[in-house]
């Protein structure tokens, strides 16, 4: 039996589905088990569909994915476990008829999907709802008009189901009219679950608009069937701040001068179907004609403080302000006496500039619209931020020195590119009532998850041992404080996310690299310390937090940065497809382009946790031929010499973040047994099996790879025997090899890399006299020791000797620099308001992110091991 916990910020919400993913030990269950799977909730079961997500070495579950709905009868603490019989309750299942196009019903709702070549999504939504489209507006720059855009349909797949949940990908593109390349691609997912009126969907856009384009808007569309209903009763609803409804009718019978009957009125503001204006007992109905009838609506939401409501009766005539606020909660309702259509965008304001609007509210076929990117904001301007002439090698390294940004005319292009936005639409059977609506507002803001217990997901061994659940586990003198920095650095980044308005289409998600003191700012215009692009593992640092915490804040915080630089952060597309942008002012304008930003280490936690989200694995099916971008790009380019010529299908591997990256993306597509997972096998192995020709091992630096097989051989002139790099184990490296150790565990392929492994960990922190013994060369003066200290206690686990996990401790805590974390006061400093642009609750000069990381991931490493050592004992 496994202990579930379910996690909700608001309990208000409307029945929809929820997906999690369940981890398994070795042997524990295997695939013909998954139909037995039974949660229960208060000793009540319930619907479940489960399937398989990663594999065993001998064939048995490793993750599991489920479903279920919420139906607000979830308890907290729930359970799954195994049942005697396989039957499934078929009462009620999911219908797909038998039609050209591809359509599914339920016993509440009936969608039907638009076919290839049609310029809509969704067809027909009830038969209320028609036309649903992706539609981008984009102008010429150089002539400042807007150019022809269509948008049409390529695909159409079911891409999973079960008797919970139907998942419907629609692949499309905007095709723009005259230009090359003409098609800029999206993605919409739909899931549509049993027993919900509310359907999630995501909407995915690959940048590829041709130079000298701007985008103007981007915007998902659906048309409304009001029929012949009267004016005052076709009603509008828009979501205002913290649950607040703005409800109005196209004609508003309330606040006259001659009052209609109360029956009435209250009848409209809760959005009644009203009877016939001839059976009222109303003497001045004949004037009601004169009360203007209000065509279109529109909340805009420009910045992520601000929102102004307005409408209008045509287009010929002007804007009234309805009222204006903070943080609209982007959610918006179209209809009639009959059904209609709500939409809402999750993380509407943090998404900056968002907006909805509804059009011809007064016709007999309304739209609504819900503005991924807002057509009332300025053009998107990704233009680079400056023009630095560098054309040599020499003049950007020395300009890196200054800037510590590697600047290179060209390489700041976001061509390939991707932005993913989570959306719901809601089929309600009626409109809703101020309450119903805000029932829906919170379902699209919600924070909803099933998540297992800590100690189960730890003793499973999935993701190893380089975390620990809480409390710390067998606590001594040497972690006293731990826990409590690591909740301090977790709240000061929470806080610096919000003070400093981290928010906005391209940069919801990342955070800043490094702090400025002297300006009591976040360095956002100077260079490499910027945006921080998963640099030194910011990804990894959060989601080992969340798994020890179990907080949903922390979840908040580690998705949105999974989706950012999973997508922002990585080209999926042209010449540098398969490679991340370093940090920097800009998310795609540093010249260095490497695999340690794509790297799929950092998507695997969300994608197993959440139950296998789909464009989360999609990305990761992407980069398991992300080898072929090193033919493309030599990431080392200007700080090694490299072969003249290489042997064919051969490529230069940097032996620790190139091959962490590389791992990562095979052993995951391995473990799935997704698309080519034995050919990902073949490589990974090839790469293990060969690692004992290296004199160094992973003092290496830099190694030859078939592209075929995956082998390596040493490096030969002039490429340098060995070296050695403060970077090469902070970008994952460590925690694949624990996991590859215990998923290989009965491999002689993975000897010599595990003995290299300790060898490298035992000489980094060592010092000179332990390096010249182990290599016979001085590592010399190296940085990022306090992170490092996690080698030698992965070490304590592999040679069975705790004493090293004693020493890990001791340098974790004294083998720091003056970047590094010993010795501080763990506070924050209160700062006058003259100093900063916006009231700020606090600063701290001395955090910098890349530190807040190395020491998150660990400390949180050798809690672990504690735990690890504690079970041993």
Partial sequence: ???????????ETLPHVLSFGVPWRLGELHENDLDRLQIASASSPRALSSKPLAYWPDGSIKWSAHSTLDDGTLSGDLSLGLKETTHQDTTAVFSIPETKNVAIETPNLRVEFGNAGDDCVIKNLNDTVYNGRSHLQVIDESANTQISVDSKVLSVEIESRSHVQIVVLVTGAHVIANKVPTQVPYQLRFYIGLHSDVIAAQHTFLY?????????????????????????????????????????????????????????????????????????????????????RWNDFKLSQLS????????????????????????????????????????????????????????????????????????????????????????????????????????????????????????????????????????????????????????????TRVFADYWAPGPHI???????????????????????????????????????????????????DVGGYAWDNSELSTDLWLWLYFLRTQDIRVWDVAKAMTRHTGEVDVYHSGKWKGLGTRHGVQHFGDSCKQLRISNALYRRFFFYLSGGDERTGELMQELIDSQNSLTVLDSHRKVRKAPDVLPPRHVLVNIGTDFTALASAWFTNYERRSSGWQRSEKLIKGFLKTFEVLDYGFATGTVLMNLDNGQITKPSLPLAPYAISHLSSVFGLTEIL???????????LIEAVKREWIRYSLAYNGGEEKQLELYGFSFGDKILRQGHA????????????????????????????????????????????????????????????????????????????????????
């Fill in 304 to 459: 992520p403080y601000g929102f102004e409501l307005k409408k209008r009766v045509s287009e010929k005539n002007s804007w009234v302000k309805i009222s204006s606020g903070t943080k609209s909660d982007g959610t918006a309702f179209v209809g009639s006496s009959k059904r209609g259509l709500g939409i809402g965008l999750k993380n509407f304001w943090e998404q900056y500039p968002v907006g909805l609007e509804v059009a011809n509210l007064d016709l007999n076929l309304a739209t609504l619209t819900l503005w991924l990117y807002s057509p009332d904001s300025e053009p998107m301007d990704l233009r680079p931020y400056q023009n630095l002439d560098l054309p040599t090698y020499e003049e950007q390294l020395d300009a890196m020195k200054i800037t510590y940004e590697d600047w290179e005319p060209g390489f700041c292009d976001p061509y390939g590119i991707a932005k993913t936005h989570e959306f719901q639409l809601w089929t309600p059977k009626s409109t809703p009532s101020k309450k119903e609506f805000q029932k829906f507002s919170n379902t699209v803001r919600a924070t909803n998850l099933i998540v297992p217990e800590a100690q189960h997901i730890f003793k």
């Fill in 738 to 748: 624990s996991e590859l150790f215990i998923n290989f565990q009965n491999d002689d």
């Fill in 474 to 524: 067998a606590p001594g003198a040497d972690a006293s404080g731990v826990d409590s920095n690591l909740e301090f650095l977790f709240d000061y980044y929470e806080a610096q996310i919000k003070e400093n308005s981290w928010y906005g289409f391209w940069d919801f998600g990342d955070v800043m690299h490094t702090y400025d003191a002297d300006r009591h700012c976040w360095r956002y």
């Fill in 790 to 873: 996690r080698l030698i206690s992965h070490s304590s686990v592999l040679t069975n000797d705790e004493s090293l996990q004693k020493e890990a401790w001791n340098q974790f805590f004294t083998l720091t620099d003056e970047t590094e974390y010993k010795g501080k006061q763990w506070t924050t400093e209160k700062l006058d308001t003259s100093e900063t642009v916006n009231k700020q609750s606090a600063a701290c000069g001395w955090i910098t992110t890349n530190i807040t990381a190395q020491y998150g991931i660990a400390a949180l490493a050798l809690l672990g091991r504690d735990a690890y050592w504690a079970g041993q004992n």
């Fill in 208 to 292: 590829q608009l041709p130079e000298g384009l701007r985008l103007k808007s981007l915007g998902i569309s659906f048309d409304i069937d009001l029929g012949t209903s009267q004016p005052f009763n076709k009603y509008v609803r828009l979501g205002g701040s913290e649950g607040g409804v703005l409800a109005e009718a196209s004609q508003n019978l309330t606040g006259l001068w001659k009052p209609v009957p109360k029956a009435i009125s209250k009848g409209q503001v809760l959005g009644e179907r009203l009877p016939d204006i001839a059976d009222w007992d109303y003497e001045w109905k004949d004037l009601l004609k004169y009360v203007v």
């Fill in 1 to 11: 039996m496994v202990k579930l916990c379910h996690k909700k910020s608001h309990l």
